[in-house]
């Protein structure tokens, strides 16, 4: 949500921070702009729109400062115009600001500004920040303790970063709720919001938590606690390439991780699964594994894709585990002061690990005592640091807004993790390594689905202009017809709903009728002929039938207007290879429509306000 960049050394820092910048679209692409010092003050360029606008406005110009930030926002206070574009002035432009987060109480401390004589120009609470800075700036106190000054009087998030003309040597950084790294290089560095944006330049990294401002030179930094107490930093090696990042010859980065996904759930059981002893090694959690293994209650606790993931899980848990198994909307949690017990155990899913609503749930559970595990795709992301323990899924870089290939690997890690417990209780060697065996087939099922991409396409044509669909499945695929549901409404803007299909029959049935799509995931496993029915009742109601069935299924064929045959597993694997599908379905209907998919309206990879 909202993305940042900033440079500092002895090069013109306006292409590092567009492409920066470009590498940060995902985050948000309603407005972005740019900040520098040239000549001894503070500029900014900025406008609506994406980066490549800006990009065009900046070219026209011929500025080559050597400091400088950037900004792509996803708008929450103020709509989406020039005006609320960051960076934002105090009022005598000699200070510059971006932020990502939202500032709670920035109508009090406007009120406050304004009797105080400040004018503000744009709708944003971020517009605060930078004059209330300023009137620390006013009493001749310098930048970095003005900020945390600024900073003591404010509720809310941010991940921060200011220019000030007055001291034109340094950035300065802070951050509570939203992530940000320096990137440290060679006599320049870099900060950013997400490493993404900096391993062009560098591996080395240093993550600022929450509560902690940093003075960012060209050859060094300086980070103290908002309340003045100096701290000591780490510097991490990060491995991520820019090949990772790149689409790598396809058209957009959906497809891309769509394609990668034999690769990407590869990497997630590489090293992993031992056949000889029917299970699986995860070293993030090996040391926890007696009391997890004991643990009375299982609480899953998401946002979006990650939560219907945790509804996978819970259906692994409760089958193999016997182990009662609960999952929640990280936004609900954090809130309700949900019952937790010393010995429940909650798992945090979370692609980048840096979702405010999952982060704030975790800080919740752990306050309440609860052994708490993280598993997250991005490494060393806020979610995977503050857990006591996890498991990286290893998916590699998902950039596209809609999540894909992160799903399916948190499927994989959430079938791993029981697969070890389940062998560790009551589970025999013998069906530990068969369940083994099929993890190693799935790599090669997937391509296989993926082989019938152009059958998906044609069968997308059909449907480019439907208004409505409906999303059914049972047991382990009721939680895939929630998110094929979910991918259809985000990238397509059709109205998607997923239900588990018995409950069609308590309302959603009277939607249905010959302009109504309906997407039955029916695998030939121990809910076929139960959905076969409910596939009968939609069938005499004129539904349009497209079913993700078995290959070796000859019967649906009669009673679907379209059916994509796909390969089987065990049960609880199966959601891995029907969800592939339905990726490719609403991918095509979104193209056909001609829409951006990876940059999908109002939305932002990785939400880190509330
Ligand atoms: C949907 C999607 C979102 C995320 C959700 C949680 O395609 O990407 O629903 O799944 O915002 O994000 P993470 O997993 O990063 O916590």
Known sequence: MCGIVGYIGSKNCIPVILEGLKRLEYRGYDSAGIGFIQNGSCNVIKNKGKVSLLEKKIYESSYSPTIGLGH????THGEPNEINAHPHYNTDRSLVLIHNGIIENYQTLKISLQKQGYKFVSQTDTEVLAHLIDSFLKKGINLFKSVRLALAEVDGTYGLAILYDKEPEKLVVARKGSPLVIGIGEGENYVASDVSALIAHTSRVVYIEDGEVAEVYSDRFVAKTILDEDIVKEVHQVTMTLEEIDRGGYETFMLKEIMEQPESVLNSMRGRLIYEDGTAKLGGIDHLLDRISKTKRFIITACGTSWHAGLVGEYMFE????????????????????????????????????????????????????????????????????????????????????????????????????????????????????????????????????????????????FKDSKNFLYLGRGYNFPVALEGALKLKEISYIHAEGYPAAEMKHGPIALVDENMPVVFIAPKDSTYEKIISNVEEIKARKGKIIAIASEQDEHIGNLADYVIKIPDTIRMLMPILTVIPLQLLAYHIAMKKGLNVDQPRNLAKSVTVE
């Open 319 to 462: 089958q193999f585990l016997r182990i009662p198994t609960e999952v929640e909307y990280a936004s609900e949690f954090r809130y309700r002061n949900p019952i937790i017990q010393p010995d429940d155990t909650i798992l945090f899913i979370s692609q980048s690990g840096e979702t405010a609503d999952s982060l704030a749930a975790l800080r919740e559970a752990k306050r309440k005592g609860a052994l708490v595990l993280g598993i997250c795709n991005v490494v060393g992301s806020s979610i995977a640091r503050e857990s006591e323990a996890g498991v990286y899924i290893h998916a590699g870089p998902e950039i596209g807004v809609a999540s894909t290939k992160a799903f399916t690997s948190q499927l994989v890690v959430l079938a791993l993790i029981t697969l070890v417990l389940a062998r560790k209780r009551d589970m025999s060697l013998v069906d530990g390594r068969s369940i083994v065996n099929e993890f190693l087939k799935i790599p090669e099922k997937i391509k296989r689905i993926l082989e019938l991409n152009r059958d998906i396409e044609k069968v997308a044509e059909n």
């Open 72 to 75: 792509t926002r996803w708008a």
